[in-house]
């Protein structure tokens, strides 16, 4: 099956810095990836939806100047986390649609730990 | 509103008993899919089994099972002879209108454990 990866698995940043998590499709084109966001003991959250050249669309309550998303490729979405805070803290899980069939692929997720 | 309901949060069985989790959808869609996933401590999403809406035959696999109802907007998954391996949490998911790039909307999941 179609692969999607995403990088780094975890990370750990300082209050107030910048993080950014990359999603890759591996043995396929994504023309369509989306953000979810899970906290501890929760589902998954879709974040924003973005399609490669166009700019993401985000899910009411989620900020975008915070959450930056970058579809720049059709292999390569990022996600930049700006300005992190402690309540940032989550697992990022990214995944990524073909065009052709429409399935959905998952990454690994990214757990991200603000301190 | 609610468009996956998965009442049951927690479930603990004993090694070997069958199991079966329940995920309730709604859609007004006429063309959709139906997903079941594993998320093991890991975290890592596990893809089980996806359904569409026109095939209502029920689906087995090694010790898993599907149950998909349309009549009562039901897509129940059983795990039968259950194994520790299978302490996870599942998530059940809807996708409307696959091919037009809506997104999964996610049950709240199910944390199964199973005790040896």
């Known amino acids: 099956g179609a692969v999607v990866s995403q990088h780094p698995s975890r990370v750990i940043c300082k209050s107030g810095t910048s993080v950014k998590i990359e999603c890759r499709s591996l043995d396929f084109q994504a023309t369509t990836m989306f953000w979810y966001r899970q906290f501890p003991k929760q589902s998954l959250m879709l974040m924003a939806t973005s399609n490669e050249g166009s700019k993401a669309t985000y899910e009411q309550g989620v900020e975008k100047d915070k959450f930056l998303i970058n579809h720049a490729s059709l292999t390569l979405s990022t996600l930049t986390v700006t300005s992190a805070h402690p309540e940032d803290s989550s697992f990022y899980i990214c995944?990524?649609?073909?065009?052709?069939?429409?399935?959905?692929?998952f990454g690994p997720g990214t757990r991200l730990t603000v301190t | 509103a609610q468009k996956v309901t998965q009442a049951q949060t927690e479930i603990s069985v004993v090694e070997k008993e069958d199991v079966t989790l329940d995920c309730v959808y709604e859609?007004?869609?006429?063309?959709?899919?139906l997903f079941w996933y594993k998320q093991p401590p890991s975290g890592e999403l596990v893809f089980l089994i996806r359904?569409?809406?026109?095939?209502?035959q029920n689906e087995i696999s090694g010790r898993y099972s599907w149950n998909f109802q349309k009549s009562t907007s039901s897509f129940n998954f059983t795990i039968t002879a259950s194994q520790v391996v299978d302490s996870a949490v599942y998530f059940c998911a809807l996708s409307e209108a696959l091919y037009t790039g809506n997104q999964f909307y996610f049950g709240t999941g199910t944390s199964l454990t199973v005790i040896p």
């Open positions: 995944s990524a649609r073909t065009s052709g069939r429409g399935e959905q692929y």
């Open positions: 859609t007004r869609d006429t063309t959709y899919y």
């Open positions: 359904r569409n809406s026109f095939d209502e």
